[in-house]
C-alpha cells in the first residue's frame, strides 16, 4: 500500500497531501502559449490527436490574465473540494515556447496566489534549453517544481506516425538536463499508439531505467477537428477496449519504480468534444476497475522492478 491509503501505485494527490498535510490541487492554467509543431517550425498540422485547446481542461476561460486564472481556480477548487493548497499548471499547448524573459514573468504571475505550494509545467522536450531550465531551476527552492514532457512512446516509428515532430534522443537529452537541475520530472506516455503489449512495456521498462519521478497515462481518444477523428471516420483506426486499456495499465505500473509518482491514470476532461472511444469518459469507474485488477493479481506498483546493484 502506498502512502496510507489502500491504493496500489503510488498516486500523486495523496503524495502531495502526505508532503504538505492538507488537500492540494491543480490550477490549470492557459497562458497564450502555442506549439512549434502546430505553426509550422517544426511540421504542419501537429500531432494527430491534438485538439484547438491543446490539451487545455477549458476549466476556466483562457482569455483571463494567469493571475486571475489562479485566483478563480484556486476559489472554485477549495469550494468544491475543498483544496486548501494548490500547484500552478501550465497545460495547454508547449508552455516553455517563448523566450526566457517572458516565461520569468509567465511563471512569477502563477506564484502570487498565497495558498500556490507548487508549479508544474507541460511541455516538449524540444521546447527547453539551458536558460530555460536553470529559470525553472530558481523556483525549486521555494515551490514544488515539476517539468512535464509530453514523450508519449519511447518507440521513433511511433513518434513519427503520430506526427511528433521529435524523436526518443531528443527526449532523452531535455530529460538528462532537467535531471541535472535538480527538477522533478513527470513523463506523459499513451496507450493505443498502434504498439503491441511488449512495445507498450518496454515504454515502461525504459522509464523505469531511467529513475523517472513521476508518470501521467493517457488513451489514445479521436477528439472533434483532429486529425485522429479523421482516421476515425474513415477506418483507419481502432482503440483500445476499457479491460484492455486496465490491464495494460497494471501490467505497465508493474515495471515502474514503486517511487515513481503516478499523476494520471484515467480522465473525463474532453467529454463533450470526444468522439470516440465513450468509455474513457468514465473516470472513476476506469480507476475503481484499475483497483480491482491490481487486488486481483495480489499485485502492485513496482513488483517487476529490478533495482540497480548499489
Keep these: 500500500m502506498f502512502n496510507n491509503t489502500d491504493k496500489h501505485y503510488n498516486q500523486f494527490s495523496a503524495v502531495l497531501k502526505n508532503k504538505f498535510g492538507v488537500k492540494v490541487y491543480k490550477i490549470t492554467l492557459d497562458a497564450g502559449f502555442s506549439c512549434p509543431n502546430r505553426d509550422g517550425t517544426v511540421s504542419n498540422g501537429g500531432c494527430i490527436f491534438c485538439d484547438d485547446g491543446g490539451s487545455f481542461s477549458k476549466a476556466h476561460s483562457n482569455l483571463l490574465s494567469v493571475d486571475e486564472q489562479v ?3 484556486a476559489k472554485t477548487l477549495s469550494e468544491r ?9 501550465f497545460q495547454a499547448f508547449s508552455n516553455t515556447y517563448k523566450p526566457v524573459n517572458e516565461l520569468e514573468k509567465i511563471y512569477n504571475s502563477a506564484l502570487n496566489h498565497p495558498d500556490v505550494v507548487g508549479i508544474s509545467i507541460g511541455t516538449r522536450p524540444d521546447c527547453i534549453d539551458d536558460d530555460k531550465i536553470k529559470l525553472i531551476s530558481s523556483f525549486k527552492d521555494d515551490y514544488y517544481t515539476w517539468l512535464e514532457y ?10 513519427k506516425k503520430i506526427n511528433r ?9 531535455a530529460y538528462e538536463k532537467t535531471k541535472e537541475a535538480g527538477i522533478n520530472v513527470c513523463v506523459h506516455v499513451i496507450f493505443g499508439l498502434w504498439e503491441n503489449h511488449d512495445e507498450i512495456m518496454q515504454t515502461a521498462q525504459t522509464l523505469a531505467k531511467l529513475g523517472v519521478d513521476g508518470v501521467k497515462i493517457h488513451m489514445l481518444c ?11 471516420s474513415a477506418g483507419e483506426i481502432d482503440f483500445m477496449s476499457e479491460d484492455e486499456y486496465v490491464q495494460t495499465v497494471c501490467d505497465f505500473l508493474e515495471y515502474l519504480p514503486p517511487d515513481t509518482t503516478i499523476h494520471r491514470l484515467a480522465g473525463n476532461g474532453h467529454r463533450k468534444i470526444l468522439i470516440a ?7 472513476f469507474e476506469v480507476l475503481n476497475k484499475i483497483d480491482n485488477e491490481f487486488i486481483k493479481r495480489n499485485s502492485y506498483q513496482g513488483i517487476k522492478f529490478v533495482y540497480k546493484d548499489t
Design 71 to 73: 485566483k478563480i481556480g
Design 81 to 89: 473540494f475543498g483544496a486548501e493548497k494548490f500547484m500552478s499548471y
Design 150 to 159: 509530453g514523450l508519449q512512446s519511447v518507440h521513433d516509428k511511433t513518434l
Design 165 to 173: 515532430g521529435h524523436d526518443f534522443e531528443c527526449f532523452l537529452k
Design 222 to 232: 479521436a477528439l472533434e477537428n483532429t486529425k485522429l477523428a479523421e482516421m476515425y
Design 277 to 283: 472511444p465513450r468509455w474513457i469518459g468514465k473516470k
